[in-house]
């Protein structure tokens, strides 16, 4: 687990592209070449036109999965910010409570994601839920926006859980090996140049795999600041 971690966010995709370029030149200098001919690069043509045509969508996929993951984590703190404006007008016994909830839950979202702070959450539900002072009109709008916290809650823990199915990692699997063994075994003409080619073009395409498992995990770049407007309010609470 710890080397799965950090593969996942210590080791940059400039270091894989070099990584995976020197390793497929290495590779392919050992392996035995062959000529395509007009079949076998039919089929060629065909597979790795369907490897792209594959993993393009989900690539797509895990981007727009992102991005509403991000807007939904915004809509979640301006909610949370109301809870603090509400409360504010309300007892000063319940504005505390309510503002050690919040920091409570956003501390515990905030560094551990979608899985975390499901039980200081569900407080904070119970003490708005459960009030019984006299300041009616704030607890009424407190209601409205808590009830829209927790359907967005809910549609973030669906986002994080949207990873890429299993079956989806076998096609593309399946698709990428025969990619590049097309690749790697193609004789090219006895230019030095062109001997890197190959190397390079593995590279870029196993790239594609890299930040596809980046995104699926949310530990790509693009996804680093999801949970950074949490951070931001439980420093502010």
Request: with cysteine; proline share 3%; net charge positive.
């Amino acid at each position: 687990m710890k080397l799965k971690h950090f593969l996942l966010t210590r080791v940059r995709l400039t270091q894989y592209l070099f990584l995976f370029a020197a390793v497929f030149y290495v590779v392919s200098l050992f392996l035995p070449k062959i000529e395509l001919q007009g079949a076998a690069l039919t089929l060629f043509s065909v597979n790795s036109f369907l490897y792209g045509f594959y993993i393009s969508p989900i690539i797509n996929a895990q981007r727009i999965r992102i991005d509403q993951l991000h807007r939904l984590v915004v809509i979640e703190v301006n909610k949370l910010e109301e809870l603090l404006q509400y409360s504010r007008r309300m007892e000063p016994e319940f504005h505390a409570e309510i503002d050690a909830a919040i920091k409570s839950y956003s501390k515990a979202a905030a560094k551990g994601g979608a899985d975390a702070g499901k039980s200081e959450f569900t407080s904070l539900v119970d003490m708005i839920v459960g009030y019984k002072g006299d300041v009616k009109d704030p607890h009424k709008e407190m209601l409205k926006s808590v009830f829209v916290a927790q359907q967005n809650r809910a549609e973030i823990k669906l986002l994080v859980d949207g990873k890429v199915f299993s079956n989806e990692w076998i096609v593309m699997t399946i698709l990428f090996a025969i990619t590049i063994a097309f690749i790697l075994f193609t004789r090219l003409p006895e230019i030095a140049f062109l001997q890197v080619i190959p190397a390079i073009l593995c590279a870029g395409l196993s790239m594609l795999i890299v930040i596809l498992i980046k995104m699926s995990t949310l530990t790509h770049k693009r996804a680093k600041t999801i949970w950074v407007p949490l951070q931001k309010l439980a420093s502010r609470v």
